[in-house]
């Protein structure tokens, strides 16, 4: 019996060790992805979206996806003449998603970071994002120093927000979740004093759910949402960004915002989050130029 | 392998090896509280707890745990019954090892021979008597293996606190991931963090059950 | 019943959807039980062998499969292989695997179990009547084991199917992820919502598991005899 356990624990080390030995010496496998002949050859396209954030990525009760992500999903579908499947994502399976060639596009709300343009690549931007903090009507909260040393803030496992806050507020308490249904249920329920995320999303949530406010609109860098691919793909890369471009000349975006936005955010939000055809305004007269745009937008009305 | 990358982690996943075992341990004993009274309802065939101890029993071992947490901690609340996240992993451990431990209990009950009691009351005995100094200490030997399956099931049933928000060990992996896209470097750490939890108690476990059955065999 | 979040179900599909998303958990545990049994049957007699190397190999096995959670595995195919192999996996696959090398090692060790607790003088008097060594195991030996088995493995179908609970996390849409979409895209109509899916989900594991484990144990008890 001895001897049998000694053999087990030894056969055990080696097998672990041969496993380590196997991961370290693993560089990049092959191609992971697919070229744009590949999918329209094979018909269909992958697509990983969520589907549990509305109104950008979601399920209707008919079973179907819908969204502002998800319009411009099926518009890549219809030009690309294939059929699409959407793969149902979790905030930080994203970048996972892509390195391992499980979808060949990621359109789930996904914010352009340098940290994660290493990991994958990125076609032209389609919307504007910065991070907000929503919290309850009754305890808003407009600064991060409110935030007492035993609060909880929730956020999202894999977002901006989560990688934002580690980075620049280490003091502040998280409480991260999986899914975005999780972590709306748990704001719900009164588990942490705010919830930090994409300022769309939390601004989405504040119009959409009374007795809360976002008493932090804009927090850290204006960044974009923009589709990405695995790391050199470049056939696909390419193709989308000139998806973009030709769809921007039809104002495609601002129809989307108008099918899937506008019961959310009203007229007001349409020229401060989307970007027609892949040009974001400059990063410091944006707001400028969102204001001057409304502005004419009202006078013109 | 990036081992500054892991270095960098190893902090992060000692703090996750603390509040797993923290909290496992925690339902595990609360399971075994919850197991043992339900034995005892079973075996005095106290009424009415005792239907309700069979239902609970069969709810708990027919549903996984990710479900039970999700419905105590996401439905719950929403009629007014609202717990945090620690206590909710600890309850829902313990609820569903309660039920596991309660059959192990019971078949280890079911193990002493009729003959044991009835000896015992031929020596004068009483009930609680030949309970307690009879067949209780050979069910609980025989219970052993069951008991030390069950503490492992429970310690890898943990894995799924990410969804309460509890930082346990698979979920600083996936949001290390998440985060740094390190995953060769996460996953590796996850399972060597598990090994250093469960190992020790799987061999603990066959020793001790080794002992057992030597002891059950006598001189 | 508004309160209760329980209408939302009789919107649309919902409910329909519910039920499509547990076909998916009880479709990928029958497929991994049905292929655990047979290669468990395999394993289980190669387990009996004496051969040192084959002993602690299973050993090996054993234990990794005692230890480590179904979820850490679920990671390590789904998201590992492709990284360090360079395969690519889809999510049900990834899935089918870890359950069948989880059920291969379950139901090897409930063979071995069953294999050695036959007695001997079985082995003997077959190989008196002259029967080979893949006779004995084929006609004397398996249809014994069998009948302990059936209530065993129907049991491990049980526990699966609870385990497929996890496959949520490798991004299969299952009974509940299909629980949380419906919850999100009506939390403006029905904020309770929650309460109403997730008890029915939990019913609804219960009534899937419930009468299987009940079967097991009836077959249990009525073959022990």
Known sequence: MKKQTKAALFGLTLALTSALSMTAFAGDSDKVYRTVDEIKESGTINIGVFSDKSPFGYVDENGDYQGYDVYLGNQIGKDLGVDINYVSTEAANRVEYLKTGKVDII???????????????????????????????????????????????????????????????PEIKLQKYDAYAEAKTAFENGSGVAWANDNTEVIAFANENPGYTVGIPSLGSNDTIAPAVSKGNDSLLNWLNDEIVSLGKDNFFHKDYEETLLDTYGKDYEDTLVIEGGQPAEASTEAEAAAAETEAATEAE | MDFGAIHEYLPLYRDALFLTMRIGWQGILLAFVIGLAATIILHFRIPVLRQLTSFYIELFRNTPLLVQLFFIYFALPKVG??????????VGLGLLGGAYMAETFRSGLENVPLIQSESAASLGMSRMQAFR???????????????????????????????????????????????????VECLFLLVV??????????????????????????S | MQSLGLDVLFKGTNFLRLLEGLWVSVRISLISVVISILLGLVAGVLMTSKNIVLKA??????????????????????????????????????????????????????????????????????????????????YVILPQTVR???????????????????????GIVEVLKVGQQIIEANRRTSPNAAFGVFAVVFLLYFLICWPVSRLAGYLEKRWAA
């Open chain 3, 148 to 170: 302990r088995l059936i209530p065993l493995s129907i049991n491990l179908v049980t526990r699966m199917i609870k385990t497929t609970s996890l496959v949520l996390m490798i």
């Open chain 3, 57 to 138: 190999a299973f050993r090996v096995y054993l234990e990794i499969v005692r230890i480590m959670p179904q979820m850490v595995l679920l990671f390590i195919v789904y998201f590992g292989t492709t990284r360090v192999f360079g395969w690519n996996l889809d999510a049900e696959a990834s899935a089918v695997i870890v359950f069948v090398f989880w059920g291969v090692a379950e139901m090897g060790d409930l063979v071995r179990g069953a294999l050695i607790s036959i007695p001997k003088i079985q082995y003997e008097s077959a190989e008196a009547l002259g029967l080979t060594k893949q006779q004995t195991y084929l």
């Open chain 2, 133 to 183: 100094y009879v067949v209780l200490p050979q069910a609980v030997s025989s219970s052993i293996p069951g008991l030390v399956a069950n503490v492992i099931f429970l310690l890898k049933e943990t894995s799924v606190f990410s969804t309460v928000s509890l930082m346990d060990l698979m979920f600083t992996a996936k949001d290390l991931i998440g985060m740094y896209a390190k995953t």
């Open chain 1, 107 to 169: 359109l789930a709300n996904f914010t352009v970071t340098p940290e994660r343009a290493e990991e994958v690549d990125f076609a032209l931007p389609y919307m504007n994002v910065a991070l907000g903090v929503v919290s309850p009507d009754d305890h808003v909260i407009t600064s991060l120093d409110q935030i007492g040393k035993d609060d909880q803030v929730i956020v999202i496992s894999g977002t901006t927000a989560e990688t934002y806050l580690v980075k620049n507020n």
């Open chain 2, 81 to 90: 019954l609202r717990i945090t996240p620690a206590l909710c992993g600890m």
């Open chain 2, 193 to 218: 963090f598990y090994l250093i939890m469960l190992l020790p108690v799987s061999i603990l476990g066959s020793i001790v059950e080794r002992r057992m059955r030597r002891a059950e065999f006598g």
